[in-house]
């Protein structure tokens, strides 16, 4: 704070001549007033004195973390991604065309067998025997087998996947790569005989029978692990509407499929992703991830 004071200082000069007992006079003395204006600045501090009050938690001890163990065996858990390009085209597991649909649904379904390069691997059958004259294979089937929805996989099932394949009503008709020495396959697909007498029968639950018009050493190789044929649940599929399930319509492909794989069917976001979860009891044991999402992107956003 600055307070101004002037002060006004008169200054009186006064010419006196010399007094002097001397004989000479002098004029009147001049008085002249002059002000001088002094600025001066005075500086008040205020001190103030603020107490501040600070509260400290003191940070906690951290525990020391046990030393970690490494596991020896292959541990579970986590979620896996697979890019799925070009959506998912073809959903009917009994009309796949294209690589796309067998992707999508391949954490789902299953073969009887694989192909691999020492030969057939077994997956949901196990073995075959072959008659003396080569005309008759028993397909034997892996037991213990159930669907995701709990139901008992069985031969009815692999009996029922070829007779909608191959139903003449199928649209689009497929084409048989396959099966061509099977009793009336062919003649079934064209309309010129019932599946009756086709020779393709379930004999118990367990075992399929195929019956041949010629021997076929190429049967088990190119007619049981044929990747267009996905094993499908009878049971399932005999609840919905036939039409709808011939021409690939059926909704449930979409919605609810079941199969025999290790990951059951969660739920499809269209252009977006397929998620399935582990099926705890799979026939081979639990598969490793939690989850398993298809995810669908062009080529250029998955790179």
């Known amino acids: 704070m600055t307070r101004r004071r ?27 007033e002059v002000t001088v204006e002094v600025e001066r600045e005075v500086e008040r501090e205020v001190e103030r004195e603020v107490e501040v009050v600070v509260t400290a938690t003191p940070e906690p001890e951290e525990p020391e ?8 065996e292959p541990q579970a858990g986590g979620t896996l991604n697979v890019w799925l390009p070009d959506g998912w085209p073809e959903a009917s597991w009994l009309h796949f065309s294209a690589w796309e649909g067998h992707w999508a649904a391949g954490p789902m379904k299953e073969w009887m067998f694989h192909v691999t390069p020492e030969g057939l691997e077994p997956r949901l059958a196990v073995g075959w025997e072959v008659s003396d004259d080569g005309l008759v294979y028993d397909l034997y089937l892996r037991e213990g087998v159930t669907w995701h929805d709990g139901e008992p996989f069985t031969a009815d099932d692999i009996e029922y996947t070829y007779r909608m ?6 649209r689009p008709l497929g084409i048989m790569r396959f099966g061509r020495t ?3 396959l062919y003649a079934y697909q064209a309309g010129e005989a019932d599946w009756d007498e086709v020779g393709i029968k379930a004999v118990d639950e367990h075992t399929v029978r195929f019956t041949l018009v010629s021997p076929d050493a190429s049967l ?3 007619l049981w692990p044929y990747g267009h044929m996905g094993i ?27 199969g025999t794989g290790p990951f059951r069917f969660v739920r499809y976001e269209p252009d977006q992703y397929i998620e399935f979860e582990r099926y705890e009891d799979h026939w081979a044991g639990r598969p490793g991830p939690d989850r ?10 998955a790179f």
């Open 65 to 72: 973390e046990p030393a970690r163990e490494i596991p020896t």
């Open 292 to 301: 398993l999402f298809m995810k669908i992107a062009a080529a250029e956003t």
């Open 220 to 222: 088990p190789a190119t």
């Open 6 to 32: 002037t002060w006004s200082i008169f200054v009186a000069v006064v010419m006196v001549g010399s007094v002097l007992l001397g004989a000479c006079a002098t004029p009147d003395p001049e008085v002249v």
């Open 165 to 170: 394949y191959a139903h003449p009503e199928k």
């Open 182 to 184: 099977v009793e009336n």
């Open 232 to 258: 499908v649940p009878k049971h399932a599929l005999e609840a919905l509407d036939e039409g709808s399930v011939l021409d690939g319509s059926a909704e449930y492909w979409f919605t609810n499929p079941i």
